[in-house]
C-alpha cells in the first residue's frame, strides 16, 4: 500500500470510529472551556468542601490546570485576569465528585444472559460496551471508580484512554481478572462444557502458594492498579460448595504478600464469615459483600483498619432482572440470589455502629451502571446518616483506593472533579440521584452554568500574581 493509501486508509478509519462512538452515545458534550493554564471559579450556593465537616454557604472554589487552587468563602471574582472562566452555581449545593470502590464496566447482563453474552460476544462488543457505561457512570457524577474484575483487557485499555482524554469518563483504577482458587468464584469455566472450558484462559486460577504468587505476578505485569480475590462462593457463580469459604491460608497470604510487595491494595469478595476472616487475618484492605460478617470478623475490621464495601445495590438488578423475566437465573443460583435478597444490609447494621471502616461501592454490572447513586439510599436504610453515606463514597473511598491526594475533597492541590445537584444531599441523600453538574479535572463534563455578568459577583477578590 502506498504512503497517500495509508494515510487514506488511517482517515477512514478514523472517521469509521468516531461515527460508531457517536452512535454509541460517546461523542463528548461541546462546553466552552477555558484555556489550561486560566483560572477558573466555581461559585456555589452551597459547598461541602470538605465531607466530614459542615458545608459553607455562599463560596468559591478556584481551579487552575486542572487543579483546586483555594477554596473561599464568598462569590469571589479575580483582578488582573480578564479571562478567567466563571461557573454559575449558585443556586445548587457542590460537593465532590463521587467514588464507586466496586464496578464492573465492561457489562450490564446478569444470569443465563450473561453466560450468553459471553459465548457469543467479541472484545470489541466489551469495549464499546464499557466505554458506554463508563460514560453513563460519570454522567452520574462518579468522577472515579474501582473496576473490579474483567478477563479480556478492555478495561484496563478504556482506563489509559480516558487517561488521555480520548474518551468520556470517570477516573479508572482497574483489578484485571481476579484471582480465585481452581472451581471457585472466578472460574470461568464453570456451567460450561468441557469442550468450550478447554478454551478458556485459566491464568486467573491457583491452587497453592506459588500458583498464587505467580497468578498476582501475572496480573501486576498487565498493569493493575490493584488486585482483585475471592474467598468465597458467589452469589451468581455455577458452583455447587455455595458461599463457605474456598482458600487456604497459605493462598490467601500468598496473593496479599506479593500483592503488597508490588505496591498494590487486595480487594476480596467474601460472603461466608470464614472467607471474611480468612482475608482479613492476612492483610487485606477491603472486604466486599461482607454478607454473613460475625463477631469475629469485626473485631479483625476494628484490629486492622481494613474497609468494608457493603455493595448492597445488588439486589436492585436481582429484582429487576426477575421482575422481567422469573427464568432469567438458573435454579441453583436463584436460590442463593433470594437468599441474598433477604439478608443483604444486616452486616452494615452490625458493623457501622461499631467503627468499621465503610467505603460505597455499588458492584455496578449486577445493577445497573449510571444508576451508582441508589446505593446513597439504602446505605441510609441500614443506618448510616446522609453526611455518613457521603463520606463514604467521597473521603472514605479515595483513602481505600490511595488517592487522597487526589481525590476525596475539594482541597487546594486536589484533582477539580465536583458535582452540583438540586437541594441538600444531608437532608435527602436521594438527591444525588439527580446530578444536575459534572465537573472532572477541571472541565465540565456535564451542565450548562448560568452565565453571570463579574461585576456583580463581587464581592472579594483574587489577588493577581
Same mark, same amino acid.
Given at each position: 500500500?502506498?504512503?497517500?493509501?495509508?494515510?487514506?486508509?488511517?482517515s477512514l478509519?478514523?472517521?469509521?470510529a468516531?461515527?460508531?462512538l457517536?452512535?454509541?452515545?460517546l461523542?463528548?458534550?461541546?462546553h *466552552?472551556?477555558?484555556?489550561?493554564?486560566?483560572?477558573?471559579?466555581?461559585?456555589?450556593?452551597?459547598?461541602?468542601?470538605?465531607?466530614e *465537616?459542615?458545608?459553607?454557604?455562599? *463560596?468559591?472554589?478556584?481551579?487552575?490546570?486542572?487543579?483546586?487552587?483555594?477554596v473561599? @468563602?464568598?462569590?469571589?471574582?479575580?483582578?488582573?485576569?480578564?479571562?478567567?472562566?466563571?461557573v454559575?452555581?449558585?443556586?445548587?449545593?457542590?460537593?465532590?465528585? #463521587?467514588?464507586?470502590?466496586?464496578?464492573?464496566?465492561?457489562?450490564?447482563?446478569?444470569?443465563?444472559?450473561?453466560?450468553l453474552?459471553?459465548?457469543?460476544k467479541?472484545?470489541?462488543?466489551?469495549?464499546?460496551n464499557a466505554?458506554?457505561?463508563?460514560?453513563?457512570?460519570?454522567?452520574? =457524577?462518579?468522577?472515579?471508580?474501582?473496576?473490579?474484575?474483567?478477563?479480556? =483487557?478492555?478495561?484496563?485499555?478504556?482506563?489509559?484512554? %480516558?487517561a488521555a482524554?480520548?474518551?468520556?469518563g470517570?477516573?479508572?483504577?482497574?483489578? =484485571?481478572?481476579?484471582?480465585?482458587?481452581?472451581?471457585?468464584?472466578?472460574?470461568a469455566?464453570?456451567?460450561?462444557s468441557?469442550?468450550?472450558?478447554?478454551?478458556?484462559?485459566?491464568?486467573? #486460577?491457583?491452587?497453592?502458594?506459588?500458583?498464587?504468587?505467580?497468578a498476582?505476578?501475572?496480573?501486576?505485569?498487565?498493569?493493575?492498579?490493584?488486585?482483585?480475590?475471592?474467598?468465597?462462593?458467589?452469589?451468581?457463580?455455577?458452583?455447587?460448595?455455595?458461599?463457605?469459604?474456598?482458600?487456604?491460608?497459605?493462598?490467601?497470604?500468598a496473593?496479599?504478600?506479593?500483592?503488597?510487595?508490588?505496591?498494590?491494595?487486595?480487594?476480596?469478595?467474601?460472603?461466608g464469615?470464614?472467607?471474611?476472616?480468612?482475608?482479613?487475618?492476612?492483610g487485606?484492605?477491603?472486604?466486599?459483600?461482607?454478607?454473613?460478617?460475625?463477631?469475629?470478623? %469485626?473485631?479483625?475490621?476494628?484490629r486492622?483498619?481494613?474497609y468494608?464495601?457493603?455493595?448492597?445495590?445488588?439486589?436492585?438488578?436481582?429484582?429487576?432482572?426477575?421482575?422481567?423475566?422469573?427464568?432469567?437465573?438458573?435454579?441453583?443460583v436463584?436460590?442463593? %440470589?433470594?437468599?441474598?435478597?433477604?439478608?443483604?444490609?444486616?452486616? #452494615?447494621?452490625?458493623?457501622?455502629?461499631?467503627?468499621?471502616?465503610?467505603?460505597?461501592?455499588?458492584?455496578?454490572?449486577? $445493577? /445497573?451502571?449510571?444508576?451508582?447513586?441508589d446505593?446513597?439510599e439504602?446505605?441510609?436504610?441500614?443506618?448510616?446518616?446522609?453526611?455518613?453515606?457521603?463520606?463514604?463514597?467521597?473521603?472514605?473511598?479515595?483513602?481505600?483506593?490511595?488517592i $487522597?491526594?487526589?481525590? +476525596? $475533597?475539594?482541597?487546594?492541590?486536589k484533582?477539580?472533579d465536583?458535582?452540583?445537584?438540586? +437541594? @441538600?444531599?444531608?437532608?435527602d441523600v436521594?438527591?444525588? /440521584?439527580n446530578?444536575?453538574?459534572v465537573?472532572?479535572?477541571?472541565?465540565?463534563? /456535564?451542565?450548562?452554568?448560568a452565565?453571570?455578568?463579574?461585576?456583580a459577583?463581587?464581592?472579594?477578590?483574587?489577588? $493577581?500574581?
Amino acid at each position: 500500500m502506498t504512503d497517500p493509501a495509508r494515510s487514506m486508509a488511517r482517515s477512514l478509519t478514523g472517521c469509521a470510529a468516531a461515527w460508531w462512538l457517536a452512535l454509541a452515545g460517546l461523542a463528548i458534550p461541546v462546553h *466552552a472551556q477555558a484555556p489550561a493554564d486560566a483560572l477558573v471559579l466555581v461559585h456555589a450556593g452551597r459547598l461541602l468542601d470538605r465531607p466530614e *465537616a459542615p458545608p459553607r454557604e455562599a *463560596a468559591t472554589v478556584a481551579i487552575r490546570n486542572g487543579r483546586i487552587e483555594s477554596v473561599h @468563602d464568598g462569590f469571589v471574582t479575580p483582578e488582573g485576569y480578564a479571562d478567567a472562566q466563571l461557573v454559575d452555581l449558585r443556586e445548587r449545593f457542590v460537593l465532590p465528585g #463521587l467514588i464507586d470502590s466496586h464496578v464492573h464496566l465492561d457489562t450490564d447482563a446478569g444470569g443465563e444472559a450473561r453466560l450468553l453474552e459471553a459465548l457469543t460476544k467479541d472484545i470489541p462488543y466489551f469495549a464499546y460496551n464499557a466505554a458506554v457505561n463508563a460514560r453513563k457512570t460519570l454522567d452520574a =457524577g462518579f468522577t472515579t471508580v474501582r473496576n473490579l474484575g474483567g478477563r479480556n =483487557g478492555v478495561t484496563l485499555a478504556l482506563r489509559d484512554a %480516558i487517561a488521555a482524554g480520548k474518551l468520556p469518563g470517570p477516573h479508572i483504577l482497574d483489578a =484485571g481478572n481476579g484471582i480465585s482458587g481452581t472451581s471457585g468464584h472466578g472460574d470461568a469455566t464453570l456451567g460450561l462444557s468441557p469442550e468450550i472450558a478447554a478454551h478458556v484462559s485459566e491464568d486467573n #486460577l491457583c491452587d497453592g502458594p506459588e500458583a498464587c504468587r505467580r497468578a498476582v505476578r501475572l496480573q501486576v505485569r498487565r498493569g493493575v492498579d490493584v488486585i482483585k480475590t475471592m474467598t468465597t462462593g458467589g452469589v451468581n457463580s455455577r458452583i455447587g460448595a455455595g458461599l463457605g469459604r474456598q482458600m487456604f491460608d497459605d493462598e490467601m497470604r500468598a496473593i496479599v504478600e506479593t500483592a503488597h510487595l508490588y505496591g498494590k491494595k487486595v480487594a476480596v469478595h467474601a460472603h461466608g464469615a470464614e472467607g471474611i476472616t480468612l482475608a482479613l487475618r492476612h492483610g487485606a484492605d477491603s472486604i466486599e459483600h461482607g454478607t454473613l460478617l460475625d463477631e469475629e470478623g %469485626i473485631e479483625l475490621f476494628l484490629r486492622t483498619g481494613a474497609y468494608y464495601v457493603p455493595t448492597l445495590s445488588t439486589v436492585n438488578g436481582y429484582l429487576e432482572r426477575i421482575a422481567a423475566d422469573p427464568n432469567a437465573y438458573p435454579p441453583d443460583v436463584r436460590a442463593k %440470589i433470594d437468599w441474598r435478597i433477604s439478608i443483604t444490609g444486616q452486616a #452494615l447494621e452490625k458493623a457501622y455502629p461499631r467503627g468499621v471502616k465503610i467505603a460505597f461501592g455499588t458492584d455496578a454490572g449486577v $445493577s /445497573k451502571h449510571g444508576r451508582n447513586a441508589d446505593e446513597f439510599e439504602l446505605l441510609v436504610k441500614h443506618g448510616l446518616t446522609p453526611a455518613a453515606a457521603i463520606q463514604a463514597a467521597t473521603r472514605n473511598a479515595a483513602d481505600l483506593l490511595g488517592i $487522597s491526594a487526589d481525590a +476525596g $475533597s475539594l482541597e487546594p492541590g486536589k484533582r477539580a472533579d465536583l458535582i452540583a445537584v438540586d +437541594g @441538600d444531599p444531608l437532608a435527602d441523600v436521594r438527591v444525588l /440521584k439527580n446530578v444536575e453538574f459534572v465537573m472532572k479535572d477541571g472541565k465540565v463534563h /456535564k451542565g450548562r452554568p448560568a452565565a453571570a455578568e463579574p461585576a456583580a459577583l463581587t464581592q472579594s477578590h483574587i489577588p $493577581s500574581r
